[in-house]
Each structure stands twice: as structure tokens, then as C-alpha cells.
């Protein structure tokens, strides 16, 4: 459980294995990209992404239940850095749960299964739409993504302002293994 001073071990590990699986996706992507057409290892990467990027929607499902169902620590900092600090999270909720869902919409619209590993596949459900399907590249691709980079380095330079500049305990407690004072 979270404690008016900490986070759990629970909320941690999910926040860090969001962080992970966000950074696979990126590399799993840009990987794909660097292969050459007719190479099995850019299939691999596609795929590892489509399976990243379900695995980081079933995450963040999990922990928005886990966040609207657990008080959070108290916050540090200002009224201005709270205030932001709530905006970001909040941001960074919606498009981390948008990408995913933005990503297999494009598929589906676009009239292409979603490959898995092994033999598995999510099957096309949806009617082609092949210019909403663009549309939804565009937004998944450039949109979405770009803005999540800036929510990220927002979050990231918050942390780092508590830190260095505030010297409280904000980092320290979401950190793994550690327990804030």
C-alpha cells in the first residue's frame, strides 16, 4: 500500500515497467525501420512492437485501476508544481493508453490483422476505412508520439527539478528498492 510518504512496491513496479515497456517500443519500432524489406528480422520487430505495445495497454489499464483505487503519497512541492505535476500525469495516462489503441485502430481500419508471436494474431474485426486508417497513422506517428516524447521530458525534468533544485524526496520515492524519509 501507499503511505502518505511512499509509494508501494506495487506502484513502482508498474510505473517502471510502463518506462520499460515504452522504451522497447521505441527501439522495437526504430528497429523495424533499419531492416531492409524481405529481411525476417523486420517482421520480428513489427511484431515485437504490436506485442509491446498490447502488452503496455494491458499495463496501464492495470495501473490506472491501481492509481484511482490507491491514495497516492502526499505531493511535494508548490501549488503551481502540484497543479502541473497532476497535468502531466494525467496527460501521460491518456496518451500511453492512446497510442495502443490509436495503433490497432489503424490496423483494423486498414484491413490487416494484428500478428503475434507464435501464430497468434488479432483478427480484423472492423470495416476497412482505409482513409481513417491514414488518418490514424498520422495521429498514432507524429501526434501522439511526439507529444508523449514532450510529456516524458516534462516528467523527467520535473523529477530531476525535486531532486536537485527542491532537494525533497519526490524521486527517491518512486525509485525501486528505495524508501523515502
Known sequence: MNTPNTWSTTAKTLHWLIA?????????????????????????????????????????????????????????????????????????????????????????LDGKTTPLPGTLSIPVLLPANPALAERLEDLHKEWLWNTLLALIALHVAGALWHHWIDRDNTLKRMLPGRRAG
Open 20 to 108: 520499460f515497456l515504452l522504451l522497447a517500443l521505441w527501439a522495437s519500432v526504430e528497429l523495424h525501420e533499419l531492416v531492409p524489406r524481405g529481411n525476417p528480422w523486420r517482421d520480428y520487430w513489427i511484431i515485437a512492437h504490436f506485442s509491446l505495445g498490447i502488452s503496455a495497454l494491458a499495463v496501464m489499464v492495470f495501473r490506472l485501476i491501481w492509481r484511482l483505487s490507491h491514495r497516492p503519497p502526499v505531493p511535494l512541492g508548490g501549488r503551481l508544481q502540484q497543479r502541473l505535476a497532476a497535468a502531466v500525469h494525467g496527460l501521460l495516462y491518456l496518451l500511453v493508453l492512446a497510442m495502443p489503441v490509436t495503433g490497432l485502430l489503424m490496423r483494423q
